[in-house]
């Protein structure tokens, strides 16, 4: 048998960025999907905002079962044969969370679908670092671009549900059909890089690899809020009419969306952290506008800052983790992306403790505060 990590076999790097970027999409979609439906759900099993912060509990705890897996795993059979499967079972996992009677049937779905996303993120962006090695620019923040895009599309397919009464469960199974022919289609064309490795699975990350985690996780902690709260305060706070609940995610998707697509050019314009200052900068300044004038617009306004603000920080967070010295692409990625991940799935479950004790609004400032911390300790890494 040949070697693949001796002789690759050949490769279109345009075929790889398509099929990556269609990953991406479909990983976007299914989160994006949970995503618009919370209120729904939250709605439908009778939960506070207390009580529902605990259920999301699941979705962290989901990621750390995962951890060890999603390493060992991706060191046997390498990213494309992960990314397939944990694909697929992400996109089944989120019809689980329609079917969920109470608040136990939605824990254990949610466990479930947190195993699979960060199996997902692992070996989606472990692909996505190859493309950027083929092309020999940075790129990665154009395949997060169509992750948030699919968001984007997700709380546009979301509304429409909604509106015509559309049951979650039903919504999920056309998205899962979605995914799964997406994901037939592409399979082919991903890059085969299972390699043959006598090191550990498990090697603790250097400073600046805890670091570039650090920054990821501020950073997710506020794009988690905007995920899982945004449709939420637009709703309770804000008082928006029932049309406009979501429009406050859409406004946070529509930037964040965008902007990545334009990442790329800004940091080899302005450097990597003048970039990430300026981003944390600005989702602190979108939340707390958003928190002082609770209105519509204004509201809108500042959660099209914090999409502008989040826009770029993980992406460019992956791309320099996955040029390592010290470590594989691959357990680089493990390492920066699961403490990343782990604010996305966090944050909102902590904000859902604070809106029981305090208030809503109160538990936006905590988020805004992340944001500073991204352009802090930015400044004083060595980027």
């Not at 499967?85 to 479930?112: D, E, H, K, P, R």
């Not at 923040?141 to 169509?146: P, T």
């Not at 090697?203 to 920054?215: A, W, Y």
């Amino acid at each position: 048998m040949i070697d693949t990590a001796v002789l690759p076999a050949p490769i279109s790097k345009k075929a790889l960025r398509i099929a990556v970027g269609a990953m991406f999409f479909m990983a976007g979609l299914s989160f994006s999907s949970w995503a618009s439906r919370i209120a729904t759900v939250q709605q439908e099993l009778g939960l506070s905002d207390a009580a529902l912060g605990a259920v999301l509990f699941a979705l962290p705890v989901g990621l750390m079962c995962s951890l060890p897996f999603s390493g060992w795993v991706i060191t046997k059979i390498g990213s494309r044969k992960l990314l397939i499967s944990a694909l697929l079972v992400y996109s089944m996992a989120l019809v689980t969370l329609g079917l969920a009677q109470n608040a136990f049937q939605l824990i254990i779905c949610l466990v479930c679908f947190g195993f699979s996303s960060n199996a997902v993120n692992i070996s989606v962006n472990t692909q996505a670092v190859a493309a950027e090695e083929l092309y020999q620019k940075p790129i990665l923040a154009s395949f997060h671009g169509l992750w948030s895009l699919a968001g984007f599309t997700g709380a546009g397919v979301g509304t429409y549900m909604i509106a015509n009464g559309i049951a979650p469960f039903r919504h999920f199974l056309v998205m899962m059909a979605v995914i799964f022919i997406g994901v037939i289609v592409s399979a082919r064309y991903l890059k085969d890089d299972k390699v043959a490795s006598t090191g550990p699975v498990f090697v603790m990350p250097d400073r600046s690899l805890i670091k570039l985690g650090v920054i990821a996780f501020c950073s997710m902690i506020c794009e988690g809020a905007m995920f899982d709260w945004s449709v939420i305060y637009f709703k309770k706070v804000v008082l928006a009419p029932t049309a406009m609940v979501g429009a406050g995610f859409t406004a946070f998707m529509f930037t964040m969306a965008g902007s990545r697509f334009f990442a790329d050019f800004f940091v080899h314009k302005f450097g990597l952290k003048r970039i990430l200052q300026v981003s944390g900068s600005l989702t602190a300044i979108g939340l707390l506008i958003a928190v002082l004038f609770p209105y519509i617009y204004t509201a809108m306004a500042g959660f099209l800052l914090v999409g502008i603000g989040v826009s770029s920080v993980v992406p460019m967070v992956f791309s320099a983790a996955g040029k390592s010295k010290t470590m594989q692409p691959g357990v680089a990625l493990a390492a920066v992306s699961t403490i990343g991940f782990l604010g996305f799935l966090i944050g909102p479950p902590v904000i859902g403790f604070i809106a029981g004790i305090a208030t809503l609004r109160a538990s936006f400032i905590l988020i805004a505060a992340m944001g500073i911390s991204v352009a802090v300790v930015s400044t004083k890494a060595k980027l």
